[in-house]
């Protein structure tokens, strides 16, 4: 039976269809719509769920060389809950009895761990991100509009002139539109689940969420006597979102050790709960910061954490747009890497966006109204960068999208994404 996606999914344009000979993992946090989308597109497949005991059991007791048979091409989740299912897709798509597989899983640690034994070479992997505003936004049907930042970064050639011909300022329903997507980003973050629900439920399924996080996800990588260390560390990180990473001291504060420290983010990152920004590779000065800037993924998932319900702060909102470039790129596998540039004298550029062509700084500002006086950062940046610098964004909270000076602009963050 085929369900029906709340909102469109640019993933969904990357996805192969089942009559090409593929398998497909598609892997990302526990509740971001991965079965939902398998099921949109793959929805005359079989589905197999191991989440069910009954269900391991079942396929535990097929036969490798029967596989093509009695299963055939099908949608099995939660698939690193049966080990020996790896090697049974494998057999079957290595002798022809199976050309289509989709293999799903919340646990990337172990989903991958599977993959790399058994489907090194044959398998195709996808991650599924929580929602971005473009999709917030976009009930399912046909693809919208790619958003301007993905614009800027596909063709940074035309930097200036795509910005020119952007309308200084969205009116009427579109910008309504804009403008509500990017606030429940802002506000709950981009769980697909949470777009039905009113505010009371949305808090009620964050906590439930994390409770889940911890007794589930958590208990897949390691096997912890005490959550309370991991518990005190994670907080302290969400805290530390948008800053520079200390190990030692993060550890200090959390009382454990920085080795520890290090091994809980590590279980964060490959959970999908964080990302670690490293700094600009290329020494523009001998001056520059060299430890990562951490940002939590999810922004709901960020106030639920620290109990900050109340006004957007400055680190939550460049968290939100670090997080919203990085799911953008990650969707749709743009040719681009993210990174961030600080020098030790305090001379900073939030983001930058490395492509082929060149690079194209970020700074974001928590306020309605920006100038030239945000340039700073960016135009000693550009200076040093030379002939690689494509431009400059200041994004921030209101709403006119304006040039500031040759080359740096002045952008709304609900029209860059």
């Known amino acids: 039976m085929r369900t029906k996606i709340q909102r469109f999914r640019w993933l969904a344009e990357?996805?192969?269809?089942?009559d090409k000979r593929r398998i497909v993992i598609l892997t990302g946090a526990?509740?971001?719509?991965?079965?939902?989308?398998?099921?949109?597109?793959?929805?005359?497949?079989?589905?197999?769920?191991?989440?069910?005991?009954?269900?391991?059991?079942?396929?535990?007791?097929v036969r490798s060389d029967a596989w093509g048979r009695v299963i055939g091409p099908a949608v099995i989740d939660e698939a690193h809950k049966e080990p020996g299912v790896f090697d049974k897709v494998k057999l079957a798509y290595d002798t022809g009895q199976v050309s289509f597989s989709v293999l799903l899983g919340s646990s990337r640690f172990l989903l991958l761990d599977r993959v790399r034994e058994s489907l090194a070479g044959r398998a195709f992997?996808?991650?599924?991100?929580?929602?971005t505003a473009?999709?917030?936004?976009?009930?399912?049907?046909?693809?919208?509009?790619?958003p301007l930042f993905d614009r800027l970064i596909t063709a940074p050639e035309q930097f200036d002139d795509t910005l020119s011909v952007e309308l200084p300022r969205l009116l009427g329903a579109e910008a309504t539109a804009s403008v509500e997507a990017l606030d429940h980003i802002a506000a709950w973050g981009g769980m697909p689940e949470l777009l039905s629900l009113d505010d009371d439920d949305r808090r009620e399924w964050l906590r439930s969420y994390q409770q889940t996080w911890l007794e589930r996800d958590l208990a897949?990588?390691?096997?912890?006597?005490?959550?309370?260390?991991?518990?005190?560390?994670?907080?302290?990180?969400?805290?530390?979102?948008?800053?520079?990473?200390?190990?030692?001291?993060?550890?200090?504060d959390a009382a454990v050790s920085a080795a520890t420290a290090r091994r809980y983010l590590e279980y964060l990152r490959i959970s999908y709960q964080v990302v670690l920004l490293q700094p600009y590779g290329r020494n523009l000065t001998s001056s520059t910061v060299k430890s990562p800037k951490l940002y939590w993924m999810d922004v709901g998932m960020l106030?639920?954490?620290?109990?900050?319900?109340?006004?957007l702060t400055g680190p939550m909102?460049?968290?939100?747009?670090?997080?919203?470039?990085?799911?953008?790129?990650d969707t749709l596998a743009r040719d681009a890497s993210l990174s961030f540039y600080r020098t030790r004298s305090g001379r900073e550029v939030d983001l930058l966006v490395t492509m082929p062509l060149g690079i194209i700084g970020i700074e974001?500002?928590?306020?309605?109204?920006?100038?030239?006086?945000?340039?700073?950062?960016?135009?000693?940046?550009?200076?040093?960068?030379?002939?690689?610098?494509?431009?400059?964004?200041?994004?921030?909270?209101?709403?006119?999208?304006?040039?500031?000076?040759?080359?740096?602009?002045?952008?709304?963050?609900?029209?860059?994404?």
């Not at 473009?134 to 790619?146: F, L, N």
């Not at 006597?225 to 993060?250: H, V």
């Not at 106030?303 to 006004?311: D, F, K, L, V, Y």
Request: charge should be neutral; hydrophobic fraction near 40%.
């Open 14 to 18: 990357r996805l192969p269809p089942a």
């Open 30 to 61: 526990r509740q971001t719509g991965k079965t939902t989308l398998a099921l949109d597109l793959y929805g005359d497949l079989r589905y197999v769920n191991f989440d069910a005991i009954e269900e391991r059991e079942a396929v535990r007791a």
């Open 125 to 131: 992997v996808y991650d599924l991100w929580p929602l």
């Open 134 to 146: 473009s999709e917030v936004r976009s009930p399912a049907g046909d693809a919208p509009a790619p």
């Open 220 to 252: 897949d990588l390691t096997r912890l006597a005490d959550l309370l260390p991991f518990r005190t560390l994670q907080r302290l990180a969400m805290l530390r979102s948008g800053q520079i990473l200390n190990y030692a001291e993060l550890g200090r």
């Open 303 to 311: 106030r639920h954490g620290t109990g900050s319900w109340g006004e």
């Open 317 to 329: 909102f460049e968290t939100m747009v670090v997080a919203e470039a990085r799911k953008w790129i």
């Open 364 to 417: 974001v500002k928590n306020r309605a109204r920006v100038g030239s006086y945000d340039c700073s950062g960016l135009r000693a940046l550009g200076a040093a960068l030379g002939d690689e610098w494509v431009g400059g964004l200041v994004v921030h909270r209101g709403e006119d999208l304006v040039q500031l000076e040759p080359g740096l602009w002045a952008v709304p963050a609900h029209r860059l994404f």
